[in-house]
């Protein structure tokens, strides 16, 4: 069986402290009160690129440049089969508008430097900072009983930081 496919696109601006990147908080559903980078559901016969083009407008109105994919990630809930998902990660450096709020996304800009990813999902912490860089990850993510942390992960930096039990 093949896993629901979704997208992201972490927007990325200059400014004079170093460069931002466009996260919102996630208003209801999968990951409500979450800082997420604006995204969703690939529809049947849409492609990743064509769904986040449309899922960043849907979410701040926003209309995307150029993008790149950097990553490709799986996440397994085994404790909650129907929230596993494939997940296509893009970076943009070009858009037309200006981040507006909608009903699922209340959009902010936060210094790439400070990535707050105590309030993103927590595989954020292994990835994000990579991708950001323009970095490609590819890496497995499963999450544990409690749905909010990372259980186990292929990805080099789970193996390094990963609490060790006796």
């Not at 990325?12 to 996260?23: K, N, Q, S, T």
């Not at 430097?113 to 590819?138: Q, S």
Request: hydrophobic share 40%; proline share 8%; glycine share 10%.
């Amino acid at each position: 069986m093949s896993l629901p496919e979704v997208c992201v696109c972490y927007l990325l601006r200059a400014a004079p402290g170093g460069d931002e990147v466009l996260l919102g908080r996630k208003k209801f559903g999968l990951g409500e009160g979450n800082l997420v980078g604006p995204g969703g559901k690939i529809e049947r016969a849409e492609t990743p690129e064509l769904a986040i083009r449309r899922e960043v407008e849907e979410e701040t109105s926003l209309v995307l440049g150029g993008i790149e994919l950097v990553g490709e990630l799986t996440y397994p809930f085994p404790f909650k089969p129907a929230w596993s998902q494939k997940s296509w990660v893009f970076v943009c450096r070009e858009w037309e508008g200006e981040a507006t709020e909608s009903d699922e996304l209340a959009p902010e800009w936060y210094p790439v430097a400070d990535i707050p990813t105590a309030r993103m999902w927590d595989d954020a912490r292994y990835w994000v900072r990579d991708a950001l860089a323009g970095r490609f990850v590819k890496a497995t993510f499963e999450f544990g009983a409690d749905l909010r942390t990372v259980s186990a992960s292929d990805h080099p930096a789970f193996a390094i930081t990963a609490p060790r039990h006796p």
